[in-house]
């Protein structure tokens, strides 16, 4: 059986992560994640909080049918002693990683192969879009909060009129 081992925070999980799990299975027979926890993510310089805790990436990860075991990566300096602990015969990467320190030493122990990005996704980018829309989303809330006159023409386009305050009826 040919095992192979595959490390990242996994949050906001999108179809470049299932695609990089799905690549690396393919690689070998069993997948194991090591899953970056909170704390961990925490101390690297430059890295955004997780949005995700690790507990809820962890049953993401482990709902997926790629991967079949899931580690927490507690530190950098974990990896070798991952590689012995589960059998690994291959580390898997992304590309961005390649030629790193932090994975080259491992081929003294184990393949390490990576694999192109997926183009046109990242969590990175995810994170950017969200936080454009969410200040595009509150600039239009506040002009309609701040406007003289009711925008009505949104609400006849869903067949619905303005409210308007009727005087009593007669008696």
Known sequence: ?????????????????????????????????????????????????????YEVRKMMLESIRYVDFVIPETAWEQKRLDVFEHEIDTVVMGSDWEGSPRFEYLREHCEVAYLSRTEGTSTSQIRKDLLFEAIEYKRQDEQRHHSPVPNTSRLRSLGTQPETKLPPPPR
């Open 1 to 53: 059986m040919k095992r192979i081992l595959t490390y990242g925070t996994f949050d906001l999980l999108h179809w470049g992560h299932i695609r990089l799990l799905k690549r690396a299975k393919a690689l070998g027979d069993y997948l194991v994640v090591g899953l970056s926890t909170d704390d961990f993510n925490e101390a690297k310089p430059g890295k955004q909080p997780s949005y995700h805790p």
